[in-house]
């Protein structure tokens, strides 16, 4: 599963983000998941248990996750839509090329106004975080 | 905060050295010479893996004749192996469509390339670059922090030109340079190694422009014995 990777990174950032800020414990961390990437949010939770189990400065944080809705706005139109509208209409195997690497969204969708695959990824890209608490 | 950039260390931590093959400018033989010594690489016994970061015309899996492979799903993605090379690129993503991607959008997707990528233990990394000195050089530099540079060039002033602006950028930023290969000679002559005497980097070698080549791309075989690739296996060992 892919996604591990990621939540391997999450928690990787949540460590080093805990070392600079001399956190002896963290105890929250809020997560973003962008709608382009696809990812199961339960799923990514379970991930994130997993990895945080094996370390004493994190194990006990809460995880908050939510879905970030995808919004693209075409360069050339200025026309903005929500990932939703385009992705129904994607074959299984164009929607896991973009779960894996967001940006192939330009190669399989366009613009639903003009046509054009020239637009932003305004936001719901991928996983971010948002903030990480802890004690110190 | 993007947490992708704080793990990209962690998964190149056990490649021992990352070459990266570029020189700025475009048909002058980076995708083959990256070929050619991930190949040579390989049948010496090394651990070889080869990373197309060239998104909008990714040029290796054609010279390898890469088809009907694909990226294992574990923990991350892992790279297949063709002809003991573990290879990674877009293709798998982009198939043969264009990719109008804006620098942005590149950078993002050489982050999650890096981010997701199992390599696991390596002898060699080669980076097949892309033309230019924008993002994908540079997030080069930024993301592969090790990473060493193998300069192509040609003869032609146009191409010398740019390859000079990749050489002082390079050294300006204090990043490896390997040496220079003079590819596609037509005739024999001193003027690359002259005009690049400024920057004081490492001539490895002149390759004679090769006829044979283009018949040989994505036949494994026929490759391994164009001039071409001999003339990288003879010179590897200034490399590795």
């Given at each position: 599963m892919h996604e591990w990777a990621l939540?391997?990174?999450v928690v990787s950032t949540a460590i080093k983000v805990s070392k600079k800020e001399k956190f002896k414990k963290i105890t929250k961390i809020k997560i973003k998941i962008g709608e382009l990437q696809q990812i199961d949010i339960d799923t990514f939770e379970f991930l994130l248990k997993e990895i945080i189990g094996n370390h004493t400065l994190i194990d006990k944080a809460e995880l908050k996750i939510e879905k970030e809705e995808g919004v693209l706005k075409c360069n050339v139109c200025a026309h903005k839509w929500?990932?939703?509208?385009v992705i129904e209409k994607l074959s299984e195997e164009y929607s896991e090329a973009i779960h894996f690497i967001p940006e192939v969204a330009h190669i399989y969708t366009r613009c639903p106004k003009c046509g054009s695959p020239d637009f932003k990824i305004v936001e719901g890209r991928g996983v971010l975080i948002e903030t990480i608490e802890g004690i110190r | 905060m993007d947490p992708r950039l704080n793990i990209i260390d962690k998964r190149l931590e056990n490649i021992k050295r990352l070459i990266a093959v570029g020189g700025g400018k475009g048909g002058i033989g980076k995708s083959l010479t990256a070929s050619a010594l991930a190949l040579t690489l390989s049948k010496l016994g090394y651990k070889v893996g080869l990373l197309d970061l060239d998104?909008?015309?990714p040029s290796a899996h054609i010279i390898l004749g890469v088809k009907g492979i694909y990226p294992k799903e574990e923990k991350g993605i892992i790279p297949p192996e063709i002809y003991g090379i573990r290879f990674m690129s877009i293709i798998?993503?982009?198939?043969?469509?264009?990719s109008p991607?804006?620098?942005?959008d590149i950078s993002n997707a050489i982050i999650e390339l890096l981010a997701i990528t199992q390599w696991g233990e390596l002898d060699f990394l080669i980076v097949d670059m892309p033309p230019g000195i924008g993002?994908?050089?540079l997030d080069t530099i930024r993301l592969m922090k090790r990473v060493e540079f193998l300069i192509i060039t040609t003869q032609s002033?146009?191409?010398?030109?740019?390859?000079?602006k990749v050489l002082k950028i390079l050294r300006e930023l204090k990043v490896p340079i390997i040496g220079v290969i003079e590819n596609m000679r037509l005739a024999k002559s001193s003027f690359v190694k002259e005009e690049l005497k400024e920057f004081n980097v490492p001539f490895l070698s002149a390759i004679d422009f090769d006829k044979s080549l283009e018949d040989s791309l994505?036949?494994?075989n026929k490759l391994s014995k164009t001039d071409f690739v001999r003339h990288i296996e003879k010179l590897v060992d200034k490399i590795k």
């Open positions: 939540a391997e990174a929500n990932f939703k509208e | 998104f909008c015309s798998y993503y982009a198939e043969d469509n264009p991607l804006r620098g942005i993002d994908s050089i002033k146009v191409v010398l030109e740019t390859v000079k994505g036949d494994i």
